[in-house]
């Protein structure tokens, strides 16, 4: 805070005139104009002897008010013996506060004066800045972490801090915060920030970012609300509240805290890739079906408090945003397109099981199976009992029994008992379908040929059966599958022919 023009006073002897002495000194201006005010920014100290100015002082005075002049400063002992009563009445008047400097004091030691009390200043500020620091790099050392740091924040600035996560939700608070507006004015930054800033599709070619720090203000409040975490979306938030507007230096110790917090995130998220990466690599241990894959699988996560689930136990097939829950519970790693084990999460992308892609497997004791499936609250594909050593059909029974979900919970002996179709691809059944039934669709009368192919391998082959189920004359169906065959280049009378093609109905049906 600059010093005040009381502090001057005293340091320089001079002696006040008119006004009070509570205004802020800024810098020293000297100016023998009758109109200075173009020339001053506001918050000087303007030193004059008077040796131009004329007799209109209520006009000069209210010239300086305007500007918002410190104070005014009257050199007497040159062209003045003394301050002109006129001047002090106009001083008093309107409330500028007037000083009367002795001609033994020179006006350049006035502004060295201002000068060195605005250094000692902004030197305290960064005295005090840097052991508000220190004292949240000490805090962000305890075992509470962030939490500490939020706390030692709220006592740095006199006021409240909140730590938030990524969606807006709180996280840790501390007495006194405004969390319902904090939680508000951030849930609208992420609404818009889904359109504005593409955050939600991950678009990062609009080049567009959350705000750096955001300033919220009321009559009896001051907020500022920063992100955590570079990018496009933020991997958190944190909000500071005071009574008063904050200082260069409280805004130095918000910056600093935010600059810890993102720390800790950032090392907290490293530290919890780096534990998935190698869940990751014990599954493809595990996968490779290695003699001693068990027994070195378990000792590589005993350092880590991990375990692998005791034999029988079941798979769980889950899609990755559902990572963090089940990790918490069980043991998970990450699957790639093919069924196995990846390290990043953003390796190669396409089908896993049907339409939907499973994304980690999830080896859990049988017996709290379907408890842990439960508690996920998304789609979960469910193998059916297996050990180590057929672990790879319990991933792939997984992974079709959550590929065949449509949400909740799915068992493979469920599906399983839903017939063929049920195991199959849909995406692949349907290409298959349709490359098949081609010459067909492309028919002109294709309904006809459809419907008739149909009956017919319904009925088994039999022309009486097929003939009545669709209405017809047994011999408009024997010119209708004639005309099949010719299409299709195939023999009605070969089993593999007659499968596959009912296949490929059943299939195009879906």
């Given at each position: 805070m600059a010093p005040s023009l009381r502090a001057v006073v005293r340091r320089m002897g001079l002696r006040p005139v008119a006004g009070g002495l509570d205004t802020?000194?800024?810098?020293?201006?000297?100016?023998?104009?009758?109109?200075?005010?173009p020339f001053l920014e506001g918050d000087e100290l303007l030193l004059t002897t008077g040796i131009r100015l004329g007799d209109d002082f209520s006009g000069y005075v209210a010239r300086l008010v305007a500007r918002g002049v410190a104070g005014l400063g009257f050199g007497v002992g040159l062209s003045h013996e003394e301050i002109p009563a006129a001047l002090v009445a106009a001083a008093e008047q309107a409330g500028l506060p007037l000083l009367e400097v002795p001609r033994e004091?020179?006006?350049?030691?006035?502004?060295?004066?201002?000068?060195?009390?605005l250094a000692a200043e902004q030197y305290d500020e960064i005295t005090r800045a840097f052991a508000a620091q220190g004292r949240l790099t000490r805090a962000a050392l305890r075992p509470e972490g962030t939490h500490a740091v939020i706390d030692r924040l709220a006592k740095e600035t006199g006021g409240w801090a909140i730590l938030l996560d990524e969606s807006g939700q709180v996280r840790h608070t501390t007495p006194g915060a405004d969390a319902d507006a904090v939680t508000a004015e951030i849930t609208r930054l992420l609404t818009t920030g889904r359109t504005a800033w593409g955050a939600a599709s991950g678009n990062r070619g609009s080049g567009r970012r959350f705000p750096a720090s955001l300033a919220l203000a009321g009559p009896d409040e001051h907020v500022?609300?920063?992100?955590l975490g570079g990018g496009s979306r933020p991997r958190g938030f944190f909000a500071v509240g005071a009574a008063r507007p904050f200082s260069p230096v409280a805004h130095t110790v918000v910056n600093a805290a935010g600059s810890l917090l993102t720390l800790a995130l950032e090392q907290g998220g490293a530290h919890l890739e780096a534990e998935r990466r190698l869940r990751d690599a014990v599954l493809r241990l595990l996968l490779s079906g290695a003699p001693g894959a068990v027994e070195e699988a378990r000792a590589v996560l005993g350092p880590l408090g991990a375990r692998l689930p005791e034999e029988p136990f079941v798979v769980l097939a889950v899609g990755e945003e559902a990572l963090e829950q089940v990790e918490a519970v069980a043991f998970a790693a990450r699957l790639d397109p093919a069924g196995e084990a990846v390290p990043p999460a953003d390796g190669p992308s396409g089908p896993l099981a049907g339409e939907r892609q499973a994304g980690v497997a999830v080896l859990v004791a049988e017996g709290v199976g379907m408890e842990v499936a439960e508690t996920v609250g998304v789609a979960v594909g469910v193998s059916s009992p297996c050990d180590y050593r057929t672990l790879r059909g319990g991933v792939e029974q997984a992974c079709r029994a959550y590929g065949g979900s449509r949400g909740g919970v799915v068992f493979f002996g469920a599906l399983a008992g839903q017939g063929l179709m049920a195991l199959l691809e849909p995406a692949a059944a349907r290409a298959f379908s349709a490359a098949l039934l081609a010459p067909l669709v492309a028919y002109g009368t294709r309904a006809d040929l459809m419907a008739s192919l149909r009956a017919y391998l319904d009925s088994n082959g039999h022309w009486d059966a097929a003939a009545q189920r669709l209405g017809v004359h047994r011999h408009t169906l024997r010119y209708r599958m004639k005309r099949v065959t010719e299409l299709l280049g195939c023999d009605l009378d070969d089993p593999g022919v007659r499968a596959e093609l009912w296949f490929a109905l059943e299939a195009a049906r879906r």
């Open positions: 802020v000194v800024r810098w020293v201006a000297v100016s023998e104009l009758e109109d200075p005010a004091t020179p006006f350049i030691a006035i502004g060295k004066l201002v000068s060195e009390l500022v609300v920063q992100p």
